[in-house]
């Protein structure tokens, strides 16, 4: 049994944090308090989660009154955070003017009030994680073009182009026939060309298809390619070596399941599927109920592929994955719609 929550004391816990949080936004002297600030209480993991952590122990009643208190107090300190950056930011300027003259070699001070630091994109702060975690595993981190030709991302993966799996990824072509690579998979046939088996290699990347965008599709986003060839490679491998860089990224044991899953440039072929880690396998929104997310296709490189690698196929087998960066950002974040990536929405990004 949780405990028992009173209504009265619900309120005047938020009235305590509406008083304290207007003494200390009118303390703060820069953007970047306000900032800690507003994350502090208001913040996914701040002190109102926290009291609103309470809320499904009331009737209904209350709970619709403290809901509205809880949103009245978030505006207000929205406002209260906004004219705060504003007075701020004011008397930064009118400095400036009230000098007589304006020194152009002074150092900025630090923190600017107006300047913030930057940040790296959650996806690249993923994808430097995941190199690091490949590296770690003696995999090579190779690079590849966005503009790719025909040969590399569709015919040397076993995809010819009367090959209906084209119409699998609509594909952005230029006016010289060349085309934005659909995947990171082009990467594949590059690794070989500079490799001698034994070898494992990732290439991270940014890839596009010819999409409409929703909350669940990009023209433009990122996958890592994996590829790993040697003697004997089974499925085996690839199960172990997915769930190791799983059991990292994620910083715990992961649940995986294989299902059956169809591309030209490997067979067998597999979705791989890991326990929903928003609810635990439950059942939530984020995968429709199933308890069971989407994450990362793969698979044993088809032997043509192999081939067009210059591969022997009679000594040499692999494996082959594609990991999508933004959906393994989504899981870890539960982020719910892919166009936050490239919004260029800065509040986004200072999250992370
Ligand atoms: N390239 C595939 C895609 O983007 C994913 C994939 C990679 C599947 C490697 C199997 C092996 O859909």
Redesign the pocket.
């Known amino acids: 049994m949780g405990k028992i929550v009173d209504k009265q004391e619900l309120i005047s816990q938020l009235q305590n944090m509406g008083k304290n949080l207007e003494v200390e936004i009118q303390k703060a002297e820069q953007e970047e308090e306000l900032e800690k600030i507003r994350i502090q209480f208001l913040g996914k993991k701040g002190e109102l989660t926290a009291i609103l952590k309470h809320l499904g122990k009331l009737p209904p009643d209350d709970r619709a009154e403290i809901g509205g208190l809880a949103n009245t107090l978030k505006e207000e300190t929205e406002a209260r955070v906004d004219s705060r950056k504003k007075e701020i930011a004011d008397r930064f300027f009118a400095t400036i003017a009230d000098s007589e003259w304006l020194d152009v070699t002074a150092p900025l001070r630090t923190p600017s009030p107006i300047l913030r630091k930057g940040r790296l994109h959650p996806i690249t702060q993923i994808q430097q994680e995941i190199e690091a975690i490949f590296r770690g595993m003696g995999f090579q981190v190779l690079d590849g073009p966005e503009v790719e030709t025909e040969y590399y991302n569709f015919t040397a993966l076993n995809t010819p182009d009367d090959h209906p799996a084209r119409d699998?990824?609509d594909t952005f072509w230029t006016e010289d026939g060349n085309l934005l690579r659909?995947?990171?998979?082009a990467i594949?046939i590059r690794g070989m060309e500079k490799n001698k088996p034994p070898f494992k290699v990732i290439g991270p990347g940014r890839?596009f298809r010819y999409e409409t965008v929703d909350a669940s599709h990009e023209n433009t986003f990122y996958?890592v390619?994996g590829m790993m060839v040697d003697k004997d490679i089974s499925v085996a491998n690839l199960i172990y070596i997915m769930k190791t860089f799983l059991r990292e990224i994620f910083a715990r044991d992961v649940k995986v399941r294989l299902r059956p899953?169809y591309?030209p440039?490997?067979e067998p072929?597999f979705e791989l599927d890991i326990n929903c880690l928003i609810c635990g396998g439950k059942g939530c929104p984020v995968c429709k109920q199933s308890g069971w997310v989407e994450l990362l296709?793969?698979?044993l490189v088809h032997p043509n592929v192999l081939r067009y690698g210059g591969i022997d196929t009679s000594i040499y087998s692999g494996f082959?994955?594609?990991l999508g960066l933004n959906r393994l950002v989504m899981m870890r974040y539960g982020i719910n719609d892919i166009r936050w990536f490239q919004n260029g929405d800065l509040r986004f990004i200072h999250q992370f």
């Open positions: 699998m990824q659909t995947h990171t998979s594949q890839v996958q390619e899953g591309f440039f490997v072929g296709p793969c698979g082959a994955f594609g």
